[in-house]
Protein backbone atom coordinates (compact mmCIF):
# COMPACT_ATOMS: atom_id res chain seq x y z
CA UNK A 1 0.00 0.00 0.00
CA UNK A 2 1.60 3.54 -1.23
CA UNK A 3 -0.09 5.72 0.79
CA UNK A 4 -0.14 4.06 4.31
CA UNK A 5 0.77 6.83 6.44
CA UNK A 6 -2.04 9.11 4.85
CA UNK A 7 -3.96 6.81 5.49
CA UNK A 8 -2.89 6.75 9.15
CA UNK A 9 -2.98 10.61 9.23
CA UNK A 10 -6.37 10.67 7.70
CA UNK A 11 -7.78 8.07 10.25
CA UNK A 12 -6.11 9.97 13.53
CA UNK A 13 -7.36 14.02 12.47
CA UNK A 14 -10.46 12.14 11.33
CA UNK A 15 -11.33 10.76 14.97
CA UNK A 16 -9.60 13.33 16.69
CA UNK A 17 -12.34 16.16 15.02
CA UNK A 18 -14.64 13.94 15.44
CA UNK A 19 -14.26 13.51 19.86
CA UNK A 20 -13.47 17.28 19.94
CA UNK A 21 -17.40 17.99 20.99
CA UNK A 22 -17.36 14.84 23.70
CA UNK A 23 -13.87 15.94 24.83
CA UNK A 24 -14.24 19.50 25.27
CA UNK A 25 -17.79 18.94 26.96
CA UNK A 26 -16.12 17.00 29.96
CA UNK A 27 -14.14 19.65 30.08
CA UNK A 28 -17.39 22.08 31.19
CA UNK A 29 -17.72 24.31 28.16
CA UNK A 30 -20.75 22.51 27.33
CA UNK A 31 -22.40 23.76 30.80
CA UNK A 32 -25.79 25.05 30.93
CA UNK A 33 -26.83 28.08 32.71
CA UNK A 34 -30.37 29.41 33.02
CA UNK A 35 -31.18 32.52 31.80
CA UNK A 36 -31.90 35.56 34.69
CA UNK A 37 -35.52 36.27 34.27
CA UNK A 38 -37.82 38.53 35.78
CA UNK A 39 -40.29 36.81 38.03
CA UNK A 40 -43.57 37.93 39.00
CA UNK A 41 -43.59 40.60 41.86
CA UNK A 42 -45.11 39.08 45.35
CA UNK A 43 -45.67 35.72 46.22
CA UNK A 44 -48.12 34.34 43.39
CA UNK A 45 -49.04 31.13 42.97
CA UNK A 46 -48.34 29.16 39.49
CA UNK A 47 -50.80 26.32 38.57
CA UNK A 48 -48.15 23.54 39.12
CA UNK A 49 -44.26 23.76 40.81
CA UNK A 50 -41.49 26.09 39.57
CA UNK A 51 -39.70 23.18 38.14
CA UNK A 52 -42.24 21.15 36.70
CA UNK A 53 -42.64 24.27 34.54
CA UNK A 54 -39.82 24.86 33.68
CA UNK A 55 -39.85 21.54 32.34
CA UNK A 56 -43.00 20.83 30.73
CA UNK A 57 -44.56 24.26 30.13
CA UNK A 58 -44.75 23.52 27.02
CA UNK A 59 -46.42 20.09 26.83
CA UNK A 60 -48.84 21.30 29.19
CA UNK A 61 -49.97 24.32 27.09
CA UNK A 62 -50.65 22.09 24.50
CA UNK A 63 -52.55 19.64 26.35
CA UNK A 64 -55.11 23.20 27.43
CA UNK A 65 -54.68 23.74 23.58
CA UNK A 66 -56.33 20.67 22.82
CA UNK A 67 -58.92 20.71 26.22
CA UNK A 68 -60.43 23.86 25.61
CA UNK A 69 -60.34 23.89 21.76
CA UNK A 70 -61.18 20.03 21.02
CA UNK A 71 -62.88 19.24 23.92
CA UNK A 72 -64.46 21.99 25.18
CA UNK A 73 -63.10 22.01 28.74
CA UNK A 74 -62.18 25.64 29.94
CA UNK A 75 -61.01 24.16 33.60
CA UNK A 76 -57.44 22.83 34.78
CA UNK A 77 -56.70 20.59 37.93
CA UNK A 78 -53.61 21.40 39.17
CA UNK A 79 -51.89 18.11 40.99
CA UNK A 80 -52.29 20.37 43.77
CA UNK A 81 -55.90 20.05 43.58
CA UNK A 82 -56.76 23.90 42.71
CA UNK A 83 -58.70 24.96 39.39
CA UNK A 84 -57.72 27.00 37.18
CA UNK A 85 -59.01 28.64 34.08
CA UNK A 86 -57.63 27.36 31.02
CA UNK A 87 -56.31 30.64 29.10
CA UNK A 88 -52.82 31.40 28.49
CA UNK A 89 -53.86 34.96 28.53
CA UNK A 90 -56.29 35.06 31.30
CA UNK A 91 -54.12 32.55 33.61
CA UNK A 92 -50.80 32.71 32.62
CA UNK A 93 -49.97 36.17 31.30
CA UNK A 94 -51.76 37.83 34.44
CA UNK A 95 -48.73 37.04 36.30
CA UNK A 96 -46.51 36.87 33.83
CA UNK A 97 -47.38 40.19 32.05
CA UNK A 98 -43.61 40.44 30.42
CA UNK A 99 -43.07 38.59 27.80
CA UNK A 100 -39.99 40.17 27.05
CA UNK A 101 -38.61 39.92 30.45
CA UNK A 102 -39.73 36.67 30.73
CA UNK A 103 -40.93 34.03 27.90
CA UNK A 104 -38.29 35.81 25.21
CA UNK A 105 -35.13 35.52 27.50
CA UNK A 106 -35.54 31.39 27.77
CA UNK A 107 -36.89 31.03 24.54
CA UNK A 108 -34.21 32.77 22.80
CA UNK A 109 -31.10 31.75 24.78
CA UNK A 110 -32.70 27.84 23.87
CA UNK A 111 -33.47 29.20 20.15
CA UNK A 112 -36.94 28.29 20.96
CA UNK A 113 -39.83 30.25 18.55
CA UNK A 114 -42.71 29.47 20.01
CA UNK A 115 -45.81 29.82 17.85
CA UNK A 116 -48.01 31.56 20.96
CA UNK A 117 -48.84 34.67 19.28
CA UNK A 118 -49.90 33.69 15.63
CA UNK A 119 -53.20 32.77 17.39
CA UNK A 120 -53.19 34.88 20.81
CA UNK A 121 -52.64 38.84 21.23
CA UNK A 122 -49.32 39.43 22.34
CA UNK A 123 -49.75 41.46 25.67
CA UNK A 124 -48.59 45.19 26.07
CA UNK A 125 -45.28 44.79 28.09
CA UNK A 126 -45.75 46.05 31.90
CA UNK A 127 -43.97 49.11 32.87
Excluded at 100 to 116: A, L, W
Amino acid sequence: MYNKKYVIVGIIVFVALFTTPFWLGGMGGGEYTRPAIELPKGEKECVEPVEYMRAEHMQLLNEWRDEALRNESRVYVSSTGKKWEISLQNTCMKCHNNPKEFCDKCHISNSVYPYCWTCHIQPKESK
